[in-house]
């Protein structure tokens, strides 16, 4: 999974993203940064080249995207870490940052308690999180292609999970039951360019948990052609483009 989302996926859905919070990081001019869910290191490679003088401690709960990101992006301290229980000392950050990683946490307010802890006052949080699926291009055609493969037994997997934590009144109220306070929400809307809608359709069935949904069905090989067939004649042959929103969040520890 973690060679099928760093070849697939990370060059169109996440290096813009990650451009982009690594800008408004480097503005904030931290000494010490802990990335959660740092995934095979897009968000890491930025943030180091746009503030070259802070440490980065990078960590991720899966192992092997654990070792995937430290052989990349050697400049960063790689930590396997569970974002709800952080195994850092209080105070050891003046910056923690997560680039599309807050909707996988099974307790938010948890995992952002653990944040709150090891931020040292006034510590910022810095993340991002997908806007609804029909914001995103790319998303919003794979689901349509799997639906009409699938007729009511597509998985739900993108609109329930990396699409489904959407409303920043419910961010901000999260992250206030962890004593953190929402500073902004910057709705971003980006460009992705992949080589070809086949590119993304696989990454999308290779390098994500629909996978998982599929592998045990027999007509698993069929339905991937067809999935596939379906999204290019959605976005068209060759290099496509497509729109893609998320929502840029800041917050700070709140005393």
Same mark, same amino acid.
């Given at each position: 999974?973690?060679?099928?989302?760093?070849?697939? =996926?990370?060059?169109?859905?996440?290096?813009?993203?990650?451009?982009? =919070?690594?800008?408004?990081?480097?503005?904030?001019?931290?000494?010490?940064?802990?990335?959660?869910?740092?995934?095979?290191?897009?968000?890491?490679?930025?943030?180091?080249?746009?503030?070259?003088?802070?440490?980065?401690? &990078?960590?991720?709960?899966?192992?092997?995207?654990?070792?995937?990101?430290?052989?990349?992006? #050697?400049?960063?301290?790689?930590?396997?870490?569970?974002?709800?229980?952080?195994?850092?000392?209080?105070?050891?950050?003046?910056?923690?940052?997560?680039?599309?990683?807050?909707?996988?946490?099974?307790?938010?307010?948890?995992?952002?308690? *653990?944040?709150?802890?090891?931020?040292?006052?006034?510590?910022?949080?810095?993340?991002?999180?997908?806007?609804?699926?029909?914001?995103?291009?790319?998303?919003?055609?794979?689901?349509?292609?799997? *639906?009409?493969?699938?007729?009511?037994?597509? #998985?739900?997997?993108?609109?329930?999970? #990396?699409?489904?934590?959407?409303?920043?009144? =419910?961010?901000?109220?999260?992250?206030?039951?962890?004593?953190?306070?929402?500073?902004?929400?910057?709705?971003?809307?980006?460009?992705?360019?992949?080589?070809? &809608?086949?590119?993304?359709?696989?990454?999308?069935?290779?390098?994500? #948990?629909?996978?998982? &949904?599929?592998?045990?069905?027999?007509?698993?090989?069929?339905?991937?052609?067809?999935?596939?067939?379906?999204?290019?004649?959605? =976005?068209?042959?060759?290099?496509?483009?497509?729109?893609?929103?998320?929502?840029?969040?800041?917050?700070?520890?709140?005393?």
């Amino acid at each position: 999974m973690p060679e099928a989302y760093e070849r697939h =996926l990370v060059p169109v859905f996440f290096r813009p993203f990650a451009a982009d =919070l690594a800008a408004r990081a480097a503005a904030l001019r931290p000494r010490r940064v802990l990335e959660l869910a740092a995934g095979t290191g897009a968000l890491t490679s930025a943030l180091l080249t746009a503030a070259p003088t802070a440490s980065v401690v &990078a960590s991720d709960l899966n192992e092997a995207m654990v070792a995937a990101g430290s052989a990349r992006e #050697p400049r960063a301290d790689w930590r396997q870490a569970d974002a709800q229980e952080l195994p850092f000392e209080d105070g050891d950050f003046d910056l923690v940052v997560c680039q599309f990683g807050v909707m996988f946490f099974p307790d938010r307010p948890a995992a952002y308690a *653990e944040v709150r802890r090891v931020l040292a006052p006034p510590g910022r949080f810095l993340f991002n999180s997908w806007g609804p699926l029909a914001t995103h291009g790319f998303g919003s055609a794979f689901q349509a292609a799997l *639906e009409e493969t699938m007729p009511g037994r597509a #998985p739900a997997f993108l609109e329930d999970v #990396p699409h489904g934590y959407t409303n920043p009144a =419910l961010v901000a109220s999260d992250l206030a039951a962890a004593g953190l306070t929402l500073d902004s929400a910057d709705e971003v809307t980006l460009d992705g360019v992949a080589v070809s &809608a086949a590119s993304v359709a696989t990454g999308f069935l290779t390098g994500t #948990p629909v996978s998982a &949904a599929l592998e045990a069905r027999e007509d698993a090989q069929s339905i991937r052609a067809s999935v596939t067939q379906k999204m290019t004649d959605r =976005l068209g042959a060759g290099s496509v483009t497509a729109a893609m929103t998320a929502t840029v969040y800041t917050a700070h520890r709140r005393e």
